[in-house]
């Protein structure tokens, strides 16, 4: 048996086989064959594979994220039968005698070159998709299965690292647990991870690629896993894992209870959710509502920009699902570490520092238009709230208000229709927290961003684990500021809110009720936990916690 610590995102236990991912190298040789006619089949045998393929993408993609973004598969299989560029591949095997493999490998790149060079950018843009179709040919023909990145059985996944948008496309009732060598527990595939209640080790540093296949056991409760596990050690997380079952079917019991505390105070319980897949969770565990969805995985799950009908048809989903309960949906937050090729954007020094979310937004009025307009017209099918991340000045909110209301007026000269919907501001820089009494008069609520204000309050950048050892998650800087933010939306009359992780750290929920906090916004497998804690505390009684003001 081996053991390896890394940094535990969840206390759970995942128990199954690892699947190591890695983005597969694909070495071509350049020698040359005998049986040319034996190539041309392999060739189109692979390419015969790729169409089923790209057919069978459409299919899900339908499913799974409409019309629109399916279509760019459709466009694959077709591209997969053009002359051009089978006369090309089948000339290259034929005349010059080399494989399959190394065909494809310098037809399709010219091919793609020529597309490349187009004066059209529609036209630049299908490069790119024969690159991708010139990986599925090669695949096959290298008998690589590519069909999703954690194949086709239940697993623990094992990686160097994920990028938020790898962990999106993972298949979810396929996952038992994540393990990389890399990441940081801040990050968003942790942040995802947690809220999707899978086990997950990140900075697990001698995480191997020989564990393909062998047996392991996460133990988020001790940060490490165990790789080929005794059988007694196996029997008694087998126990563990049972317990932790029971413990949550206990929980269930608090379903449809409301959170108040002995002494009577009743606060809202809200989910964070990354997107409309997270809608079940949210239902299982009872949430109020949602606090924070993140759109911006609309983006990241894209190949090209989600258009408004398909960003319209992922709001109205969670908005009308969960009608009359609020659904708090955040402007897209792109950059810093969250980002998507299609959006071009210029590489910068320090880009959590530099033009993301808001900024984006601002500086792009109609790729941002097209959101505010999928959003307005998600309202009229729920009780939505348009919360906008970032936002350091008045005059930002202001500009975003009034996009906000350009866009409701051409909606409404067009004939659709619009609901009533609140407004809300991330309180996620010092300097929002110190315009707080300014930006509450413009709003209808506040919710804290912990994981970004702890960030730019200590200096830290949240993805870099390094800085560990320097992070006080509980830094009485950080807790001050949500107090004066608290103070300062009650000033006003609007209600604030947390959606960092840090409001489903149970060691603080005292602390935030007792600051008058009035809604948490947590994973939703913290939801329940949380309530728990929430209806055992007595507000009435001296606190047990500290609080930022002693
Ligand atoms: C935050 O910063 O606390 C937050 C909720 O937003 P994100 O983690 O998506 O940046
Ligand atoms: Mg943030």
New binding site residues.
């Given amino acids: 048996m081996q053991v390896v610590t890394g940094k535990s995102v969840l206390n759970g236990i995942a128990i199954g086989k690892i699947k190591v991912y890695k983005a597969p190298k694909l070495e071509i040789s350049e020698s040359l064959i005998e049986d040319t006619e034996g190539e041309l089949k392999r060739f189109d045998s692979a390419r015969e594979r790729a169409i089923e393929q790209q057919n069978a993408l459409y299919e899900k993609a339908l499913i799974d994220a409409g019309e629109d973004s399916a279509e760019v598969f459709s466009v694959h299989a077709m591209m997969l039968e053009d002359d051009d560029l089978l006369d090309a591949t089948n000339e290259i095997i034929r005349s010059q005698r080399h494989t399959a493999e190394y065909a494809v490998k310098v037809a399709f790149d010219n091919q793609a070159k020529v597309f490349a060079e187009m004066e059209d950018p529609y036209m630049r843009e299908r490069a790119a998709d024969i690159y991708d179709i010139e990986q599925a040919v090669l695949s096959n023909l290298f008998g690589i299965n590519t069909d999703v990145l954690q194949g086709t059985e239940p697993c623990i996944l094992a990686a160097r690292d994920l990028t938020p948008s790898e962990t999106v496309r993972l298949d979810k009732s396929l996952l038992l647990g994540i393990i990389t060598k890399e990441g940081s527990l801040?990050s968003?595939t942790a942040?995802l991870a947690r809220s999707m209640g899978i086990p997950a080790l990140v900075q697990c540093r001698d995480a191997c690629e020989d564990w393909d296949g062998m047996d392991a056991i996460i133990d988020g409760y001790n940060s490490c896993v165990y790789i080929e596990p005794t059988e007694d050690l196996a029997k008694s997380l087998r126990k563990r894992k049972d317990k932790d079952t029971k413990q949550r079917a206990l929980l269930q019991e608090l379903k449809g209870k409301s959170n108040t505390t002995i002494d009577g105070r009743t606060i809202q319980v809200y989910a964070?959710i990354g997107g409309p897949s997270d809608i079940g969770l949210v239902q299982q565990n009872d949430a109020g509502g949602v606090g924070?969805f993140?759109s911006?995985f609309v983006y990241l799950n894209a190949r090209d920009y989600p258009t408004e009908e398909e960003q319209f048809n992922a709001y109205r989903l969670a908005v009308e699902t969960l009608a009359p309960k609020q659904v708090i949906i955040?402007t897209c937050?792109i950059g810093?570490d969250?980002q998507v090729e299609y959006m071009n954007m210029v590489k910068e020094e320090n880009p959590a520092l530099g033009v993301r979310?808001i900024r984006i937004c601002l500086s792009r009025k109609d790729f941002f238009k097209t959101q505010l307009r999928a959003l307005l017209r998600a309202s009229a099918y729920g009780n939505l709230g348009i919360m906008f991340?970032?936002i350091i000045s008045r005059r930002e909110l202001r500009e975003c208000k009034e996009i906000l209301a350009e866009c409701a007026e051409e909606l409404q000269k067009q004939g659709m229709k619009i609901g009533s919907y609140a407004i809300g501001v991330?309180i996620?820089t010092p300097a929002a927290v110190m315009i707080a009494d300014e930006l509450a008069e413009e709003c209808d609520f506040f919710?804290?961003?912990?994981?970004?204000?702890?960030?730019y309050t200590l200096a830290i950048d949240?993805q870099n684990a390094g800085l560990d050892p320097f992070l006080d998650t509980h830094h009485p800087a950080v807790l001050r500021e949500i107090k004066m933010t608290i103070d300062a939306g009650h000033r006003h009359g609007i209600w604030v809110g947390?959606?960092?992780?840090?409001g489903a750290d149970l060691a603080l929920t005292e602390t935030f009720l007792r600051m008058g906090i009035d809604e948490l916004?947590v994973n939703p497998v913290s939801i329940l936990p949380l309530r728990k804690i929430i209806r055992g505390i007595d507000l009435s009684k001296a606190p047990a916690e500290r609080t930022p003001e002693e």
């Avoid at 919710?447 to 960030?455: A, F, M, P, Y």
Wanted: net charge negative; glycine share 6%; aromatic share 0%.
């Fill in positions: 801040n968003h942040i964070n924070l993140r911006e955040r937050d810093a969250k979310a991340p970032m991330m996620e919710s804290i961003g912990t994981n970004d204000l702890t960030q949240r947390i959606c960092g992780e840090l916004s």
